[in-house]
């Protein structure tokens, strides 16, 4: 049996739900959230997060504590969030998109010690049911998951707040862990290329899972207004420039792209709208280029990494900048380290707000930062005004529609199906989605191979986004000399 560590209960330490009240303070009669037709202000928020965070607390619910969110986005999804934040647990997002299998891959990997999900999202057995007063419309319930494997020694040194489940940059389930400080420092940092206030309507189309901590924390820190556009896109975007006059959008090249070709929406629409940032995927200069046209407006693509932050924004309204993720924002350094004859090298950054650790296994920051340096895995190229262009993203990593696949997970997955000895995953470059995931697949000797089989089995077995749009048998995997995949 695993004993639970004795911790201080540490509200008077720094922690991120505290800085959002005390910063919208000020702004409690204000739209909060705009999910629909549903709406709360910052009162409504915070006191609702608060009662939620109570009814966590009389389950169980300890700083410290691992807690996983499972739920679709929503102005819950945000209540509950908050609720754990403020009990100084540790939040660990996980997408409903996931299978069955990969959820309880992350509960186990991150030794979760309690799952929040909301009803009907798993199953209901052992759970019990959290008293949600007021707004909500979601009924969560909360499994308590008993004791776990202890996390290491100095995960009780820090002040952690969120760990995101992630293969990292060397393709290794990892898991990112982030203190509520690094939480404050990345996002005031961002906030000096994003200028938030409390007079902007920010337009909201990405999976929370993935996309939380940078922006969703500094726009409520900001008072801000979120309105939430993921559900019934198209018509809930258009809804969001048009009716609510969103003054700032937050969205991938896929929803620009969509944008571009809406009739309903004309250069006069967009007229609220100060900023447009374009991130989680490479922007085409097509994209780009339509977008300015349609709108008149130059998007700025970002630059963002799990571990780092959102050191890198485009904010040159110079079309010829065009493809380029701007100059380093003023609190982060920039360095391209074996530039080859073109001046394209290994991206390493150094900066505020950079990741405490990796939970599983454990690795502190001393460890994973070189010098106070870190590693992206990207290549890139500078100009000579500072402006970095990506030129090549981590091997192991496809980046399909925002969403990040670690190529050896998808390989395993398939490498389990009894027909097949190898395979290897690889991105295939997309005009819309960024990257396409592929595989090459070898088929065990006198075995027969059926795709569509194959592909049955990676639906089941893996989330739908997940999944290779195309499988090629071959006779062998391309190796590089030293034996690994070449992909």
């Not at 999804?77 to 409903?96: E, F, G, K, R, T």
């Not at 920010?202 to 556009?229: D, P, Q, Y």
């Not at 940032?277 to 008149?296: C, D, I, N, Q």
Request: glycine letters at 8%.
């Amino acid at each position: 049996m695993f004993i639970r560590h004795s911790v201080p209960f540490i509200y008077t330490v720094m922690n991120i739900f505290q800085t959002i009240k005390q910063e919208t303070s000020a702004f409690k009669d204000k739209t909060a959230v705009i999910d629909g037709e549903r709406s709360v202000s910052y009162e409504q928020l915070v006191s609702s997060a608060e009662l939620l965070a109570d009814s966590m607390k009389r389950a169980g619910v300890s700083p410290y504590d691992r807690v996983a969110l499972l739920c679709k986005d929503s102005i819950e999804y945000i209540q509950a969030s908050l609720a754990v934040l403020s009990l100084s647990a540790v939040m660990v997002p996980v997408a409903i998109e996931h299978t069955k299998d990969e959820i309880r891959g992350i509960l186990k990997h991150i030794a979760v010690n309690y799952l929040v999900f909301e009803h009907g999202s798993y199953a209901d057995s052992g759970s019990d049911s959290l008293d949600c007063p007021g707004f909500s419309q979601m009924g969560f319930r909360i499994l308590n998951r008993g004791e776990q494997d202890p996390p290491d020694g100095e995960y009780y040194n820090m002040n952690p707040a969120f760990i995101r489940f992630s293969s990292g940059t060397t393709g290794a389930s990892k898991g990112v862990v982030l203190s509520h400080e690094a939480i404050l420092e990345r996002t005031s940092a961002a906030d000096k290329g994003l200028h938030i206030t409390h007079e902007d309507t920010v337009l909201w189309v990405l999976s929370m899972s993935f996309h939380f901590v940078v922006t969703i924390l500094l726009f409520l820190r900001r008072a801000a207004t979120i309105v939430l556009c993921s559900s019934h896109f198209p018509e809930s975007l258009i809804d969001g420039i048009s009716r609510h006059k969103g003054t700032f959008i937050y969205a991938s090249p896929f929803h620009y792209n969509a944008l571009t070709h809406m009739e309903s929406l004309s250069s006069e629409s967009f007229k609220n709208v100060r900023l447009a940032v374009s991130t989680a995927m490479k922007l085409p200069e097509y994209v780009a280029r339509g977008f300015h046209e349609k709108s008149g407006i130059e998007l700025s693509e970002a630059y963002g990494i799990i571990e780092v932050g959102l050191p890198f924004i485009n904010l040159s309204s110079d079309e010829r900048k065009r493809g380029s993720v701007g100059r380093a924002l003023p609190d982060y350094d920039l360095k391209i380290v074996d530039p080859d004859r073109d001046g394209a090298g290994s991206i390493h950054i150094k900066g505020k707000g950079v990741l405490d650790a990796y939970y599983s296994p454990w690795q502190n920051r001393q460890s994973i930062l070189k010098d106070g340096w870190f590693d992206t895995g990207d290549l890139g190229r500078l100009d000579n005004e500072g402006y970095l262009t990506i030129v090549g993203r981590g091997k192991d990593v496809i980046n399909f529609a925002g969403m990040k696949i670690f190529a050896q997970e998808v390989e395993e997955v398939i490498n389990l199906f009894p027909e097949v000895r190898e395979s290897c995953v690889y991105g295939e470059e997309h005009a819309i989605y960024g990257q396409l995931p592929m595989a090459m697949v070898v088929v065990n000797e006198g075995a027969g191979l059926s795709v569509d089989e194959l592909r049955k089995y990676c639906y089941r077995m893996l989330a739908q986004y997940k999944v290779p749009k195309g499988f090629e048998v071959v006779d062998s995997i391309p190796r590089t000399a030293s034996g690994k995949i070449r992909r």
